[in-house]
């Protein structure tokens, strides 16, 4: 069949997003569908990406404040839609592409959304008290709960709000992580000592600089760190619109910006080489590169109340959201022999396939 996969908040630097709906993408051509992605761009395109997914490139402005991230208005995407004549449509936007579910279902064509954030928390966050949050976020989970044929959460933290307004179409999903690129065996003793200057400890923060990633607890972790008598360094890899307050914020402290690093072996390198992650977000979903961090071999420290402690399990740490938590988190897991805590990592990545979450979400796809 012919599944188009659409998305907005898609761009060069836009991480676990792009990854997932590429790999996702290939694993669907690799099983004999024809793959056609929708994505935003500063011209129109039409592209052939690796695995067999032809990229069409929407002409798009910028939306303001976002790091540069365009939106296609949703009529637009409507109209290229009734040129490709789905089979089947996976939608990874929530907010900005509404409407294509009821174009769908006016259609005959089987229609999923991937929810990718906790509407309630980033309402929570950013506009509303907690209730009148939660208030508003029921309202639109439930109308797009019943607008599309599916509504796939990649973890039981992300499930939660639908279950709370008992939308009855949800299916859980994990994502999964290439557990070839990212692997213990990328680790580099001499770029590691390079980066750590002469530390004890070689921390990293990967992911975007964004208000809702909450990127200062990880700066503010190593000031507790140096507090409690620690010799650490932290490499902070990736860019966004906090980072000039970041930097400023970091002065005088040891933490290296090194910036986004588009190159997966790169990457694959720089996480394999840290003693340990650092993962502050308290509404992340899934955190894709957390993930990518336990299969390289690097324990990881999350905030316990994301969904990321579902996601390391016993291999890594949940810490509260503090500083001096994340600061104990970190003394824990170096406290542990470097091979137990190592192995342990890639052990629980493994247990998270690409095969199997494209197998899964086929049988959304399809429903």
């Known amino acids: 069949m012919r599944i188009v996969q659409l998305a907005n908040f898609y761009g060069p630097r836009s991480g676990g997003l792009r990854t997932a709906m590429h790999h996702l993408g290939a694993g669907y051509a690799a099983r004999g569908h024809e793959v056609v992605l929708v994505v935003p761009g500063p011209h129109g395109c039409v592209d052939e990406l690796p695995g067999g997914i032809r990229r069409v490139t929407v002409a798009a402005p910028r939306l303001p404040g976002t790091g540069g991230y365009r939106a296609v208005d949703p009529w637009r995407v409507q109209r290229l839609l009734g040129r490709l004549s789905p089979d089947a449509i996976e939608v990874s936007d929530r907010l900005t592409l509404r409407g294509l579910g009821t174009w769908a279902a006016r259609r005959g064509v089987p229609s999923v959304v991937i929810s990718h954030e906790r509407l309630d928390r980033l309402l929570g966050q950013f506009l509303l008290p907690e209730a009148a949050a939660r208030r508003v976020a029921d309202g639109a989970n439930a109308r797009m709960a019943a607008a599309y044929d599916t509504v796939v959460c990649t973890t039981s933290f992300a499930r939660a709000e639908f279950d709370r307004i008992g939308a009855g179409n949800v299916r859980q999903v994990p994502l999964g992580v290439d557990l070839t690129t990212f692997s213990p065996l990328h680790r580099d003793p001499r770029l590691r000592a ?32 140096l507090d409690a008598g620690h010799r650490v360094r932290l490499v902070v890899a990736g860019d966004g619109p906090r980072r000039p307050a970041l930097q400023r914020r970091a002065a005088g402290l040891p933490v290296t910006f090194v910036g986004f690093v588009p190159e997966r072996g790169r990457l694959a390198r720089l996480l394999a080489s840290a003693d340990v992650s ?44 503090s500083p001096d938590a994340f600061a104990v988190g970190v003394g824990t897991l170096l406290a542990a022999e470097e091979g137990a805590r190592r192995a342990a990592a890639r052990a629980r990545a493994e247990r998270f396939g690409w095969p199997e979450s494209v197998d899964r979400m086929l049988v959304a796809l399809t429903m």
């Open 194 to 225: 390079s980066l750590a200057e002469g530390a004890d400890a070689l921390l990293v923060h990967c992911g975007r600089l964004s208000p809702e990633k909450h990127p200062e607890r990880s700066v503010d972790t190593v000031a507790a760190l």
């Open 278 to 321: 650092l993962a502050p977000g308290p509404h992340e979903t899934f955190g894709l590169s957390a993930l990518e961090a336990l299969a390289s071999g690097t324990p990881v420290v999350v905030s316990a109340s994301s969904a990321l402690p579902e996601i390391v399990g016993g291999s890594g740490a949940a810490a509260a959201d």
